[in-house]
């Protein structure tokens, strides 16, 4: 990554093959790292590395760019690093970088003497360093992409308002707070202040925008709770189906325009949470030798209380055995989603379109989401068998829900829950409603 020219440290990185047409065949990045001192190379080459990977990664993308233009970027960013570290030494050393940069600039023509000239005076859009920072941080593939649309939201607000980098003060992030984040919903606005400040972060601590931590614009940038009198309704919240929504979902004909080879995964899935009240991810992620015994042998889950065996509904026999047959014992039961990266979100897509398709859908005014979801099949088998009679601390056992010690000091301590029968009345006493 480093070589020593003579007095001076240059950094360097192989091009990956399907970028080296827009380096016109090269095979090697090299840049001068303008510095004899392998401590201060180093510095530079850890701050000048993930920004040239960002820059391989929108040329694997197709991304149309002008290499020249971006070179001449990365360039000016170096040039202000040196800089700014010249000032510190003051004397010659400042003189020098200054006379370096403007020496380098009038070396340049058009749009990429522009670029260089803007990346030394710290001028980028808002979303310059957005790749490079989602890189550095490494979120899980779902919250990086949550957290690119919250960043790219602020950018495009800017380019509205005309702001570059430079131009982001305490005053304009209050702008945006009080006009753009406030009126969301209270957990997308906080989800949002928490990717601003993030990058911020990083910005500052990478040197892109002048400051220390406590200079950082988001900080102390609270969100009003938006606390209102309770009007009558305000306290719905996500529901079970009715009943003639899930006759709606169970057997309408299948939407046109949607993908056949989702039909018969979204119909069993749908089954076997309504038959069984387990939750979405439980249901997806069994595996074949966790199905035995005439019971869903469930593992772990998202509560201690999760893991728990679920007897199995007669009217769900048909659905295993078709989905266990000729299988190994660690494939998945739901093997078409197994290649998923996140198989819990890939699903409940396909399932919302499908209930939107069929119009099984409850907006409300600000709600945010939909009072019905695939959890309302869980919901639905919960409030079912109440219906039917049975025993609130044996449907807790069945659908794994905590024991509330607090309230039942003598089923929270002192019992081992329902017994396999009880269990397996609770989940019979369960019948979905009939198509006509």
Same mark, same amino acid.
């Given at each position: ?16 093959q399907a ?52 070179l ?88 509205g ?40 972060e ?31 309704g ?39 949470? &309504? ?71 890939t ?18 005014p ?5 009072l ?31 024991s ?21 009345? &609770? ?10």
């Open positions: 990554m480093l070589d020593l020219k003579g007095q001076t440290w240059w950094f360097r990185i192989a091009i990956p970028c080296r047409s827009y380096f016109n065949g090269t095979t090697m990045y090299l840049q001068s790292l303008e510095t004899g001192d392998i401590k201060v190379a180093i510095a530079r080459r850890d701050k000048l590395e993930p920004e040239v990977r960002a820059l391989f990664a929108r040329v694997k993308t197709g991304e149309v760019i002008s290499t020249s233009e971006e001449a970027e990365l360039r000016g960013e170096l040039s202000k690093a040196a800089i700014a570290e010249a000032l510190t030494e003051g004397g010659e050393a400042a003189e020098d970088a200054v006379w370096a940069a403007e020496a380098e600039a009038d070396s340049l023509r058009g749009k990429a003497r522009e670029r260089f000239t803007r990346a030394v005076a710290g001028d980028h859009p808002v979303d310059h360093y957005l790749d490079a920072y989602l890189s550095a941080i490494k979120l899980a593939p779902k919250t990086t992409n949550e957290r690119r649309g919250l960043i790219n939201r602020f950018a495009r607000w800017c380019m308002e005309k702001y570059r980098l430079p131009d982001i003060t305490r005053k304009a992030a209050g702008r945006y707070v009080t006009e753009i984040v406030e009126p969301m919903d209270r957990s997308t606005a906080k989800k949002h202040m928490t990717a601003l400040r993030g990058y911020w990083y910005l500052i601590k990478r040197g892109h925008v002048a400051g220390t931590a406590e200079d950082n614009p988001w900080l102390g940038q609270e969100v009003a709770s938006g606390r209102r009198r309770v009007e009558r305000d306290n719905e919240g996500e529901r079970p189906f009715t009943e003639a929504e899930l006759k709606t979902l169970l057997y309408s004909e299948y939407p046109h325009g949607m993908d056949n080879d989702h039909q018969q995964q979204i119909a069993d899935a749908l089954r076997i949470s &309504c038959l069984s009240g387990m939750r979405m991810a439980e249901v997806l992620t069994l595996w074949v030798e966790e199905v035995h015994d005439d019971i869903f042998d469930i593992q772990q889950g998202k509560t201690r209380s999760a893991a728990r065996k679920v007897p199995i509904h007669p009217d769900l026999l048909e659905i295993i055995a078709r989905r266990t047959r000729d299988k190994q014992p660690k494939e998945w039961l739901f093997h078409e989603l197994s290649e998923e990266r996140d198989p819990g979100d699903f409940g897509k396909r399932f919302n379109r499908y209930r939107k398709h069929l119009k099984v859908d409850d907006v409300r600000g709600k945010r989401r939909s019905v979801n695939f959890h309302s099949a869980r919901r639905w088998f919960i409030t079912q068998a109440r219906h039917a009679g049975q025993t609130v601390e044996t449907v807790k056992d069945v659908v794994g829900h905590v509330d010690k607090k309230k039942d000091i003598t089923f929270g301590v002192y019992t081992q829950g329902a017994s396999e029968k009880q269990m397996r009345d &609770c989940v019979g006493a369960v019948v979905l409603p009939r198509s006509c």
